[in-house]
């Protein structure tokens, strides 16, 4: 058992990890749960309901893991609403990650609030018509895209195109948890 964990074992068993990896094109990704009732149920917790306290227990079992897989990357994290962000006050990608200890760069961001989820699995490639990234110099840099859910993968594909113009040394995606894909069942 983890001597400091925000979560007590038996609770965190509840969560199922799976730690898997997983491929976007050529980019390699790294999930960590299921999409599964009780991480939907948690993250709705701590999104929907404001449970500031949630933030830590999602990474807590990993997070050294995570931090010695990762070091030497720098975070940039999936950006979310801002009107979402400000009701609740924080952005929750920043806070389940910001666990790891490692640099973070909140360089993309919506210029339209739009929520993912509000769209039809058909209509989420739309998402890259209403994200831009700051002017970052990312060259020479690992990048290590983060976010909550995967579902469709439209936010990370965009925001991968997005940072291949900063030209980084490499990329790579960690989700906290990821949908199975109707196709492959992975």
Known sequence: MYKDAKICHRC?????????KFKIGEIDGFYI???????????????????YE???????YFKTFLFLKYFGYVLVPAPSSKEAD?????NHVVEIFKTLHLKMNCCVHKTKDMKQSDLKASERHKIKEFLEIDDVDFSKKKILIVDDVYTTGSTVKAMIDLIKTKHPKKIKVLV???TKDIQTGV
């Open 12 to 20: 965190f068993l509840n969560f199922k990890p799976k730690l898997t």
């Open 33 to 51: 749960y299921n999409y599964d009732e009780e991480i939907q149920k948690n993250l709705y917790q701590f999104k929907g309901c404001f449970d």
């Open 54 to 60: 949630l933030a830590g227990v999602f990474l807590d």
């Open 86 to 90: 400000k009701e609740r006050g924080y």
């Open 176 to 178: 906290m948890s990821k």
